[in-house]
């Protein structure tokens, strides 16, 4: 995997006359240094429509400079970002290729803009010598290599100030201070990049293209649902690549929100068109879910091990849990990946927008919000509701377990479909959604007790075959067990608010 740092910084603007105030009277500066001045030479990449840069994503080669050679750079927040690095190489590395694959399909990022700095840099130091932030006085030129505006070019000078490794945010606003009082203001242009693109663009021909209208009917609503989702699902490709936190487990919420749209509004969408969809969007789900599932069953117990006193856990506890753990684990990061790089995955990608962009409304898309959203999030809160009555009338066991299992994916399809509903309806639909979730909450950590109790069964024959003291296994079990009883003493309670008739009546109103 390439290097990676997060990068913080935050540009200004600056012409050939501007100087830099003495920054040594910032607080906690202990010495300016000057490093001298560095020329670099970039060349950034994108689609010939710019898909990366509409992303405010920033893949570039660029020679010169302690870091030369490949960058890809993804936004975290404003003045944010996360920054890999790739040694120099003539073509795009691999690894950027498979970060970038949501984005760039079957196509290969080419030339669009090159950018030579003369770059004058300045570090902050404490009065230990520490690393406090880079300021750098950056003259640019930047010429454009691809489409409309081919051969123009721009010049601007920029101050940008990076915080060093693990600094303290703050202190970035004490330097702003400093060259707001000089008269230095930040920076319009995100990025150079962005700045680039902007300056070498042709005049545009036309008028600009009037603001979008807000939603209107209720086809507007749930294809801009439908459309987040296809969106978070593309956006968190890379994630899931990297590994980052909650990635996997994210991806996976968008597919099964958006899966449950198809379900719910198939008055809005056309079924013949989303069930396949679905149906795809079900089996990438499933492949994410490998890697989630043993992932929350880990913590869970993980969790329940700590909390018992030390005299309670008797044997390798810990130790067995680890290499259990690994066990079921082994390959399943690879597999996410073979699955993200497959044609399958990117077949379904395809769909997705050949579906945002064309999408397969039916007549009832065209009606009002209010009338035609409420009707499909009471349906699915009917088929809750006879899965609550199927699942309560049943005394405890396997099937009433099963039964709660089922109720629950009905409560997370319901819960999905107020979320869904919400911008149209306002609070009757945030009402709705968060009683459902907390009946889906109740009913999540049953189906979780269930799950965890079939491993800590698996875990004890394992141990006693080794001839170690199941005693600990028991006990987790038996707290699994006090749970779910105490889950589905909660239930019927939780049920009741959820299924409140002013709430529903509010909602149809």
Known sequence: MADTKREIERKYEATDATRL???????????????????????????????LAADSLTLRRRTG????????????????????HEPLADTLPPTFAALLRSRLRHTGPAPVVRLLSSR?????????GALLAEVSV??????????????????????????????DPAFLDAVEKRLRKAGVR??????????????????????????????QTAGDHVLAYVRKQIRTIVDL????????????????VATRRLRSAFKTYRRVLDREVTDPVGAELKWLAGELGVDRDQEVLDKRLGDRTEALPGTLVLGPVRGRLKVWSAARRTGSRRRITDVLDGKRYLALLDTLDALSADPPLR??????????????????????????????EHPPGPERDAAMHEARKAAKRARYAGDAARPALGKPAKRFA??????????????????????????????????????????????????????ERELPEVWARASDHVLRADLEH
């Open 21 to 51: 105030p003495d920054l040594s009277r910032v607080a906690g500066v202990g010495r300016v240094e000057k490093r001298g001045v560095t020329e670099l030479d970039a060349v950034y990449y994108d689609t010939a429509d710019l898909r």
């Open 65 to 84: 400079g302690a870091d030369e050679g490949w960058h890809l750079k993804f936004p975290v927040a404003t003045g944010i970002r996360d920054e890999l």
């Open 120 to 128: 004058d840099v300045q570090h902050l130091t404490d009065p230990e």
């Open 138 to 167: 950056d003259t640019v030129c930047a010429e454009r290599l691809a489409g409309e505006g081919t051969g123009t070019t721009a010049t601007w000078t920029e101050i940008e100030v990076e915080l060093a490794d693990d600094g």
């Open 186 to 215: 930040p920076s319009e242009a995100p990025s150079k990049l962005a700045r680039a693109l902007a300056e070498t663009a042709p005049a545009p021909k036309k008028p600009a293209r009037r603001k979008a209208q807000d939603p």
């Open 237 to 252: 490709d890379p994630a899931v690549r990297r590994d980052l936190p909650d990635s996997v487990h994210k991806m996976r």
């Open 363 to 392: 007549p009832a898309a065209s009606r009002a919000p209010g009338k035609e959203l409420p009707r499909a999030v009471l349906k699915d809160y009917k088929k809750l509701a006879r899965r609550m009555e199927h699942a309560l």
């Open 434 to 487: 968060e009683r459902v979730k907390a009946v889906q909450s109740v009913l999540g950590d049953h189906q979780d007790s269930v799950v965890a109790r079939d491993a800590l069964r698996t875990l004890a024959i394992q141990a006693h075959a080794a001839g170690e003291t199941t005693f600990t296994w028991g006990l987790l079990y038996g707290h699994e067990e006090a749970t779910a009883e105490a889950r």
